[in-house]
Nanobody
Framework: QVQLVESGGGLVQAGGSLRLSCAAS????????MDWYRQAPGKQRKLVAS???????GYVDSVKGRFIISRDNAKNTVYLQMNSLKHEEKDVYYC????????????????WGQGKEVTVSS
């Protein structure tokens, strides 16, 4: 089995910073792209940032210059540093990994973390 476990998050004032981590573990043969999504109540989950295995990154326009995605391939972990947080960014944040499971070689599947709530007070 493959698991993605998120940590970090919590409560911060508007303008403050938080860091999320997501560690992948289990029967991982290869870990490809890793992404962060966020979801507001009753809304669709939306992509925030992506990072490829080699380290190239992409961001939704609204977070460019404020959020930084990074990864440690030796630890199978992805991070999201969130700076200058806005009140409207108080969502549940999810990490996603595109992973080749040892028991299913040759095929990459999508795995999700359990979600981490980020609360931004105004």
């Amino acid at each position: 089995q493959v698991q993605l476990v998120e940590s970090g998050g919590g409560l911060v004032q508007a303008g403050g910073s938080l860091r999320l981590s997501c560690a992948a573990s289990g029967s991982i043969f290869d870990l490809n792209a890793m992404d962060w999504y966020r979801q507001a109540p009753g809304k669709q989950r939306k992509l925030v940032a992506s990072i490829a295995r080699a380290g190239s990154t992409g961001y939704v326009d609204s977070v460019k210059g404020r959020f930084i995605i990074s990864r440690d391939n030796a630890k199978n972990t992805v991070y999201l540093q969130m700076n200058s947080l806005k009140h409207e960014e108080k969502d549940v944040y999810y990490c996603q990994g595109i992973i080749e499971n040892m028991s299913d070689r040759g095929r990459f599947s999508t795995y999700w973390g359990q979600g981490k709530e980020v609360t931004v007070s105004s």
